[in-house]
């Protein structure tokens, strides 16, 4: 008996744990390796609605799959689940419906909402939208499922605001999920003023994780004004590492071309990461 091990469903931190995916016969339960009972009389809630969603989850993952490989990381999971037909819109829509009402339910199950939120994004289904921009308040642990169903429906302009407005206001607590935030800005290369505003100040925040100030400063290079591309050239000299500064000068490609050029040439003759920095930029242009 084959058994497929999805890393990475528990909350960010906790990569020993994970929920356990048993290609079994249909009698056999899928789910192991956290808290079974509950998960199955969550499932057994939607049965009229959207039967099985374990072992839904579990063929098509042995379908694809084969037996050949025992362990599968979460990303290879939502690969597998946005490139196969799954039910009808309109039943997943109500299954989401019946069991998510409010996101600080504490019968909340991550394993059924993780499942529902990839499937609705693939049908283009923003039945889920209002409860997301309250989950990811309630339950940063979910940023990520949350901003790839973004990715798969429309935000009107009123909740794309509202969403940057969250990451901007003291109640989004960990720098890890506005890195989240704005890596998927930069991948999705979504425009939002108040993100740049965000941005800008991130970006220069030395009290920042490294990893967030990256992302800012790109996102500033990609969708910023002539200004910002100015001030990200005039702190190349105050960069601390040489990671940073080879991000910025990245970011800076967009700006003025003589002064872009010159800037690029006193990098250049610096070598290490800063020339290759500046190589890869020109041969991108």
């Known amino acids: 008996m084959a058994e497929l091990v999805i890393h990475g469903w528990e909350c960010a931190g906790t990569r020993s744990t994970g929920m356990h995916v048993m290609r079994t016969p249909r ?98 289904s923003n039945v889920a939208v209002e409860y997301c921009l309250d989950a990811i308040r309630t339950r940063p642990e979910e940023t990520a499922p949350i901003l790839r169903y973004f990715a798969g429906v429309h935000l009107s302009d009123t909740q794309s605001t509202a969403l940057a407005a969250f990451m901007g206001s003291p109640d989004a607590l960990y720098d890890y999920q506005l890195y989240q935030f ?34 800012c400063v790109a996102y500033l290079g990609e969708h910023s004004d002539a200004s910002d591309l100015d001030n990200l050239e005039e702190s190349l000299s105050e960069a601390h590492t040489a990671v940073e500064k080879a991000d910025i000068i990245s970011a800076i490609r967009k700006m003025e071309v003589s ?18 920095a500046v190589r890869f930029c020109k041969s991108a242009t």
């Open 259 to 276: 002064r872009r050029n010159a800037t690029y040439g006193r990098a250049e003759a610096e070598g290490g990461l800063a020339a290759r």
């Open 182 to 215: 704005v890596r998927w800005l930069c991948v999705e290369n979504i425009q939002s003023d108040l993100a740049a505003a965000l941005c800008r100040d991130w970006a220069f925040d030395q009290n920042r994780s490294t990893w967030l100030r990256s992302y």
């Open 27 to 124: 009698d056999v339960p899928v789910c192991s390796g956290f808290a079974w009972g509950q998960t199955k009389a969550t499932i057994d809630g939607v049965a009229l609605v959207i039967r099985d969603i374990a072992d839904t989850l579990a063929a098509e993952i042995g379908e694809a799959q084969g037996l050949g490989d025992e362990y599968l990381p979460s990303w290879e999971v939502d690969e597998i689940l946005e490139s196969r037909e799954g039910p009808p819109p309109e039943i997943l829509e109500r299954a989401f419906q019946e069991h998510f009402s409010a996101a600080g339910d504490d019968r909340f199950n991550k394993t059924v909402f993780r499942y529902l939120l990839t499937r609705l994004g693939k049908a283009r």
